[in-house]
C-alpha cells in the first residue's frame, strides 16, 4: 500500500466518523477523570482523536496508542508528533505491555468492534496498575446517534431484507451490556454514563457523502446499491433531514453509551 493509499483510507475515516470521535473524546475524558501526569493505553486508537485531546488535556499525560489498522495508525503518528505519543499495530485481545504498565485504559467507540471483547477486557485488566481505571464508549445505535439512526430507518423502509445490517444490533451498544461486560471482567466501582455531543453539517451532501466512501457497515451497505436504489435512498434522506426546506445546515445530536470501572 503507497502512502497515498494509506492517507486517503485514513482522510475517508476522517470524513465518516473520526469528526464525530474528536467530539466524544473530551466528554469521555471529564467522564474518567483522567490527571495530568498519567501514562493511558487507548486501546482501537483509530487516528488518533482520543489520543490528540488527551495530549491536550494534560502536559504530562502520556499516550500509548493501538489499533489493528496500520493506515489509521501512521495518520495519527504523522498528526501527533509528539515525544508522549505512541502508535502502534496491535490486539487489544493479545497486547504486548507488561502487567500494570498504565494507569488508564481508555476505549472510544471500539470495544464493540472486537471479536472477543470480554477477553481484551480481561487484557486491559492485566496491563492497567491497581486502583487504575478502564473504560469504554460505544454509539447507542438504537436510537442515540441519529446520524446513523435516520440512515437505517430509512434504509429498512425501502429494503425491509436490510434490518440484520442495521447496527442496533451490534454488541455493546446499551448501558446494560456494557455494565454486564465490566462486571463480570472482575471490575469494581463499576459506574454507567452518558456522553452527548451534537454535530454540524453544512450541507445536505456534508452528511450524505461520507456514506459513499464505503467506511463501517453503512457505507459498506450503500456500497452494495445499483445507482438508482442510492439515488432513492439519497431523496429519502434529504426529505427527512430538510423537510422540504432548500439545502442549509442542520444539527444532529448524537449520543454514547459509557462505562469505567476500577481494577483490584
Not at 494509506?6 to 474528536?22: C, I, K, L, N, V
Not at 485504559?105 to 492485566?126: G, T
Request: charged share 25%; hydrophobic share 40%; aromatic share 10%.
Amino acid at each position: 500500500m503507497t502512502a497515498d493509499e494509506t492517507f486517503s483510507q485514513a482522510h475517508d475515516y476522517e470524513q465518516f466518523m473520526g469528526r464525530w470521535s474528536q467530539l466524544l473524546a473530551w466528554e469521555l475524558i471529564e467522564f474518567t477523570g483522567v490527571r495530568d501526569g498519567d501514562r493511558i493505553l487507548d486501546v482501537g486508537t483509530g487516528t488518533g482523536a482520543l489520543a490528540a485531546a488527551l495530549l491536550a488535556f494534560g502536559k504530562h499525560v502520556e499516550v500509548t496508542g493501538i489499533d489493528p489498522s496500520e493506515s489509521y495508525l501512521a495518520c495519527a503518528a504523522q498528526r501527533l508528533k509528539s515525544g508522549r505519543a505512541a502508535f502502534e499495530a496491535g490486539d487489544a485481545q493479545a497486547m504486548r505491555f507488561a502487567n500494570a504498565e498504565f494507569d488508564r485504559c481508555l476505549s472510544l467507540l471500539a470495544v464493540n468492534f472486537i471479536p472477543d471483547a470480554a477477553k481484551a477486557l480481561r487484557e486491559m485488566r492485566r496491563v492497567t496498575k491497581p486502583n487504575g481505571e478502564i473504560a469504554a464508549a460505544v454509539w447507542d445505535y438504537s436510537d442515540g446517534m441519529k446520524m446513523l439512526r435516520v440512515f437505517w430507518d430509512e434504509v429498512i423502509a425501502l429494503d425491509p431484507s436490510a434490518a440484520r445490517r442495521d447496527e442496533r444490533h451490534m454488541p455493546y451498544c446499551s448501558k446494560d451490556e456494557l455494565v454486564k461486560l465490566f462486571r463480570e471482567g472482575g471490575l469494581r466501582d463499576v459506574e454507567a454514563s452518558t456522553l452527548t455531543t451534537q454535530q454540524r453539517f453544512y450541507s445536505f451532501d456534508d452528511y450524505w457523502a461520507p456514506f459513499l466512501l464505503g467506511i463501517g457497515p453503512a457505507g459498506a451497505y450503500v456500497a452494495t446499491l445499483k445507482p438508482e436504489q442510492r439515488d432513492t435512498l439519497r431523496d429519502r434522506l434529504r426529505t427527512r433531514l430538510l423537510a422540504g426546506r432548500p439545502d442549509q445546515p442542520f444539527t444532529l445530536p448524537c449520543r454514547a453509551w459509557t462505562v469505567r470501572g476500577k481494577t483490584n
